[in-house]
């Protein structure tokens, strides 16, 4: 069972930056942020491999958001810069093993997933 723990979400003034962090258990193949507003389905933000560090972004967030490891803390962050208020949402960390390429995106996939942190965007 692998245990995740996310950190670093808070109120942010739109255009203002915030860090998250989550420290796994142990490392696995694949780490992922996810997101959910209220009334929205949770929806995927961006994702890692441990292995090689390959990184993958939605749309909505490429060129302002940044997925990143530290391999020897086994802990991954969300560097998330230019924020609005779209991005206000409790931020889900998840983490996967043998998952393919196009599979990063689906939260199904995921085997385990962290408690969430609240981000809130105010304008």
């Known amino acids: 069972q692998v245990e995740l723990a996310e950190s670093g979400g808070g109120l942010v003034q739109a255009g203002g930056s915030l860090r998250l962090s989550c420290a796994a258990s142990e490392r696995i193949d694949a780490m992922a942020w996810f997101r959910q507003a209220p009334g929205k389905e949770r929806e995927f933000v961006a994702a890692i491999r441990w292995r090689g560090g390959s990184t993958y972004y939605a749309d909505s967030v490429k060129g302002r958001f940044t997925i990143s490891r530290d391999n020897p803390k086994n802990t991954v962050f969300l560097q998330m810069n230019s924020l609005k208020p779209d991005d206000t949402a409790v931020y889900y960390c998840?983490?996967?093993?043998?998952?393919?390429?196009?599979?990063?995106?689906?939260?199904?996939?995921?085997?385990?997933w962290g408690q969430g942190t609240q981000v809130t965007v105010s304008s």
């Open positions: 998840a983490a996967g093993n043998r998952l393919i390429q196009s599979s990063l995106g689906s939260a199904s996939q995921y085997n385990y």
